[in-house]
């Protein structure tokens, strides 16, 4: 028999007991979502249901604009096609046009060249290494940007970043972890291809105090870079945006009236 | 008896914990928010019960009412660019810290006076 203060007490504590059971449900589900978030994107922060809608909103638009552009090349592409099988003179417009388009990057192009691949090393950095020495083990977008300079410093024609064709335009930039060329987000490995004379961008980028050795400076890091000489490379055609917004062409005459 | 809440606690979690329930992105920080209601809650049940005064009226509406304010309050001020979510975690916060503080001395003085009595008897 239990007396009447126990049964109160055994009440309460039945009470606190199931409420207990609940709440411990409501811990695992809210830890292993913070878990979970934080393997999905690396932030360890809590609070960013706000980013999060931001960020789903903007890859929406993201890929409803890329499909626009994609729509309106199609388009443009059926016009020139018709425009091509109009009379001589359309047709030699026509062919004027695809080589300004070949040179400009907008068609794709093949033919002998390199493949190097860039990836953040395998190695890990010491744990008591300064910041600097850390950065080290990660491939850059100076890296990258250096590494397109020395191709086209030794006759690269036609050069891509994993599928991104490199044109008058094309922007190269860190944006927090992910590297963005022509407004694409990407990491490592960064696959650059480029068409060109495959023995002098090789020996280009392999000689002293060149671009491979900037990967021995401080340590052994030549994990971080891989260079192929390839037979046949097809780099793919510029697929953003070329509606230039500022820049116009100056008319003939006006360059007349300068001299 | 005493520990059937923590075990409570425990089974709860190992319940949800291991088949891999997650909540939406957008609502992790509400539902985090939510939790710690929810142990404001059973702190000051626990709280009133060592008191005498348990009522299970209040302490299952104030589990569920303070959860939903929370959440309802830290929302509202996500929409009008005030951090109620830190007001709000400082008031729970405060609260959990002041109720375990009064637990510990009611389980004091219980140890203490048991320990009394058997001496004298």
């Not at chain 1, 978030?37 to 929406?60: C, D, N």
């Not at chain 1, 409803?64 to 003179?89: C, D, T, W």
């Not at chain 1, 050795?213 to 037979?231: A, G, P, V």
Request: proline content about 5%; hydrophobic content about 45%; glycine content about 8%.
């Amino acid at each position: 028999m239990s007396t009447p203060l126990e049964t109160k007490r055994n009440t309460w504590i039945m009470q606190v007991t199931v409420l207990s059971v609940v709440l411990g449900m409501l811990l695992a589900a809210a830890l292993k979502t913070q878990q979970t978030i934080k393997i999905k994107s690396g932030i360890t922060t809590t609070r960013f249901p706000g980013l999060v809608q931001a960020l789903q909103q903007e890859r929406h638009t993201n890929e409803v604009l890329r499909a626009e552009i994609a729509g309106y090349q199609e388009k443009l592409k059926k016009y020139q096609e018709a425009l091509g099988q109009g009379s001589n003179r359309t047709q030699v417009l026509y062919q004027d046009l695809e080589t300004a388009k070949f040179l400009a990057g907008l068609t794709p192009a093949t033919g002998p060249g390199i493949e190097v691949v860039l990836r953040d090393s395998k190695k890990r950095p010491p744990p008591d290494a300064p910041e600097d020495l850390k950065q080290e083990y990660i491939i850059h977008d100076r890296d990258i940007r250096t590494l397109i300079n020395e191709l086209l410093a030794a006759g690269a024609e036609a050069i891509a970043v994993n599928g991104q064709r490199i044109i008058a335009t094309s922007a190269i930039r860190c944006s927090g972890p992910v590297t963005k060329i022509n407004d694409v987000e990407m990491s490592s490995p960064f696959v650059v291809q480029a068409i060109g004379p495959p023995d002098t961008m090789e020996s280009a980028l392999k000689m002293p105090g060149g671009f491979v050795e900037q990967f021995m400076i401080t340590e052994d890091l030549s994990d971080m870079i891989q260079i192929r000489r390839k037979n046949s490379i097809t780099v793919p055609a510029y697929t953003g945006s070329t509606q230039f917004l500022y820049a116009k062409p100056v008319g003939p005459q006006k360059t007349k009236e300068v001299e | 008896m005493t520990w059937l809440p923590l075990l409570g606690l425990i089974v709860g979690f190992v319940i949800i914990y291991f088949p891999n329930v997650t909540v939406p992105g957008g609502m992790a920080s509400y539902f985090s928010l939510a939790t710690l209601a929810g142990f404001d809650s059973l702190f000051g049940g626990i709280r009133a019960g060592l008191e005498d005064k348990f009522r299970s009226d209040i302490f299952l509406s104030g589990f569920i009412v303070n959860a939903l304010l929370a959440v309802l309050l830290a929302y509202l001020g996500d929409q009008i660019g005030v951090d109620l979510f830190l007001a709000a975690v400082v008031a729970l916060g405060g609260r959990i810290f002041l109720n375990l503080s009064l637990i510990r001395r009611y389980w004091l003085t219980n140890i203490a006076l048991a320990k009394r009595e058997s001496s004298q008897g």
